[in-house]
């Protein structure tokens, strides 16, 4: 690609309409992406990165049940108000600020039918120019953000780019995971995407995490695919169908991912969050020492 022509990203998709069933009972009544992790939601860990990614505008796709994160991001001034007359004004700048921290937009995805079907609902908004995708799932530890890693591939080598990362083979199955050609060290040429196989088919142990840049193109395969593994109209399929229009490339990431979609992850992440804060490491440490378990 001719990096004169090179325009960066400045919108993300977030699929976000999800059950959560993984967290029932919680998420019964709280959407899975708006748990806490630390002092603010899981999603909005995953918008800081898109922001600081240069990222002007996300595209929530929420479902039945999501109301609360539209008024998460947008803006309440009672509550503010209420803080400030309390002089707590350090916290009513930083609530106050949620809602300037981008151009929020949302689409409705009626039905979980999958990850494409999710990606297909935000077509309104982003059909026109290359887009980011972000799992809420996935919070990502890196410098540069990851989004920016991504697009970075992408400025050098043009087509989309998916990251991934090597996982335990007996782990492939849990992932999309491509078949691929190693053009320099860390990035790849996709030649094909096998959504959660076996073990014994899987083409390599790189898996798809939660982060993409992904061409327009991406929409009219979309509309052409049939529901894949698990009933659902998957990106993969999507992704493996463009291939034969404009190429396709994956990066390995440099960070550390936290998986939060699984209760043992999202713990995890808890702990090394709250490791990272100076006061929080105190607590956490010394809960362990005091508790006598370790």
């Given at each position: 690609?001719?990096?004169?022509?090179?325009?960066?990203?400045?919108?993300?998709?977030?699929?976000?309409?999800?059950?959560?069933?993984?967290?029932?009972?919680?998420?019964?009544?709280?959407?899975?992406?708006?748990?806490?992790?630390?002092?603010?939601?899981?999603?909005?860990?995953?918008?800081?990165?898109?922001?600081?990614?240069?990222?002007?505008?996300?595209?929530?796709?929420?479902?039945?049940?999501?109301?609360?994160?539209?008024?998460?991001?947008?803006?309440?001034?009672?509550?503010?108000?209420?803080?400030?007359?309390?002089?707590?004004?350090?916290?009513?700048?930083?609530?106050?600020?949620?809602?300037?921290?981008?151009?929020?937009?949302?689409?409705?995805?009626?039905?979980?039918?999958?990850?494409?079907?999710?990606?297909?609902?935000?077509?309104?908004?982003?059909?026109?120019?290359?887009?980011?995708?972000?799992?809420?799932?996935?919070?990502?530890?890196?410098?540069?953000?990851?989004?920016?890693?991504?697009?970075?591939?992408?400025?050098?080598?043009?087509?989309?780019?998916?990251?991934?990362?090597?996982?335990?083979?007996?782990?492939?199955?849990?992932?999309?995971?491509?078949?691929?050609?190693?053009?320099?060290?860390?990035?790849?040429?996709?030649?094909?995407?096998?959504?959660?196989?076996?073990?014994?088919?899987?083409?390599?142990?790189l898996a798809i995490l939660?982060?993409?840049?992904?061409?327009?193109?991406?929409?009219?395969?979309?509309?052409?695919?049939?529901?894949?593994?698990?009933?659902?109209?998957?990106?993969?399929?999507?992704?493996?169908?463009?291939?034969?229009?404009?190429?396709?490339?994956a990066a390995l990431f440099?960070?550390?991912?936290?998986?939060?979609?699984?209760?043992?992850?999202?713990?995890?992440?808890?702990?090394?969050?709250?490791?990272?804060?100076?006061?929080?490491?105190?607590?956490?440490?010394?809960?362990?020492?005091?508790?006598?378990?370790?």
């Amino acid at each position: 690609m001719n990096s004169s022509e090179f325009t960066p990203i400045n919108k993300v998709v977030f699929p976000a309409a999800g059950l959560g069933t993984r967290f029932l009972p919680a998420t019964k009544d709280i959407p899975k992406e708006m748990m806490p992790l630390i002092d603010r939601p899981i999603i909005h860990h995953d918008v800081d990165e898109a922001v600081a990614s240069g990222c002007s505008d996300i595209v929530f796709v929420t479902g039945i049940g999501k109301e609360s994160i539209k008024n998460y991001f947008s803006q309440f001034r009672d509550i503010v108000d209420l803080l400030r007359e309390r002089g707590k004004y350090e916290i009513a700048d930083l609530v106050d600020k949620i809602h300037t921290l981008a151009n929020f937009h949302y689409a409705m995805q009626e039905k979980p039918l999958g990850l494409g079907h999710a990606v297909l609902c935000a077509e309104g908004f982003c059909k026109d120019e290359y887009f980011g995708l972000a799992l809420p799932d996935d919070v990502m530890i890196s410098n540069p953000p990851v989004l920016s890693q991504l697009d970075a591939v992408r400025k050098k080598y043009g087509g989309s780019v998916l990251c991934v990362e090597a996982v335990p083979e007996d782990e492939v199955s849990r992932y999309g995971i491509i078949d691929a050609e190693e053009v320099e060290p860390g990035i790849y040429r996709v030649k094909d995407l096998v959504e959660k196989p076996a073990k014994e088919e899987a083409p390599s142990n790189l898996a798809i995490l939660g982060r993409y840049i992904i061409s327009p193109l991406i929409f009219a395969h979309l509309k052409k695919i049939k529901r894949g593994a698990g009933g659902e109209y998957q990106l993969t399929d999507a992704i493996a169908s463009m291939l034969k229009e404009e190429p396709v490339y994956a990066a390995l990431f440099t960070g550390k991912r936290l998986d939060c979609g699984v209760k043992e992850g999202w713990i995890e992440a808890t702990v090394v969050k709250a490791l990272e804060d100076p006061e929080l490491r105190k607590i956490v440490i010394g809960a362990v020492k005091k508790s006598g378990l370790l």
